[in-house]
């Protein structure tokens, strides 16, 4: 069993910044892929970022590319994302997952398995 939990979210004003954790923990087994998503009220859950900690493999939706990055420190096995130049569309709960997942697709919640509760983000104009 693979266990999650992303901390991080918070409340800012457009072009302000957040960073979000996620701390992966149980085991992991073949999982290769760690990803972030997102969710907007009556909307579908979306990719927004992924890594692929062994070789240190990014992928970005491209509405955060250039804003948003994707990091993972080996040591504790904590994803982050780091937010910069928040925009109100940005507003949303982000989930974090793990999973064994081929290069490629990502960004599809159906390939992923085991999630974290979420941590919401809200952006003001």
């Known amino acids: 069993q693979v266990q999650l939990l992303e901390s991080g979210g918070g409340s800012v004003q457009a072009g302000g910044s957040l960073r979000l954790s996620c701390a992966r923990s149980?085991?992991?087994?073949?999982?290769?892929?760690m990803a972030w998503f997102r969710q907007f009220p009556g909307k579908e859950r979306e990719g927004v970022a992924a890594?692929?900690?062994?070789?240190?493999?990014?992928h970005y939706a491209d509405s955060v590319k250039g804003r948003f990055t994707v990091s993972h420190d080996d040591t504790d096995d904590t994803m982050y994302l780091q937010m910069n130049d928040l925009k109100p569309e940005d507003t949303a709960m982000y989930y974090c997952?793990?999973?064994?997942?081929?290069?490629?697709?990502?960004?599809?919640?159906?390939?992923?398995?085991?999630w974290g509760h979420g941590t919401q983000v809200t952006v003001s104009s």
């Open positions: 997952a793990s999973d064994y997942v081929e290069y490629g697709i990502w960004y599809a919640p159906r390939f992923f398995e085991n």
């Open positions: 149980g085991s992991i087994g073949r999982h290769n892929c």
């Open positions: 890594i692929y900690p062994d070789s240190g493999g990014r």
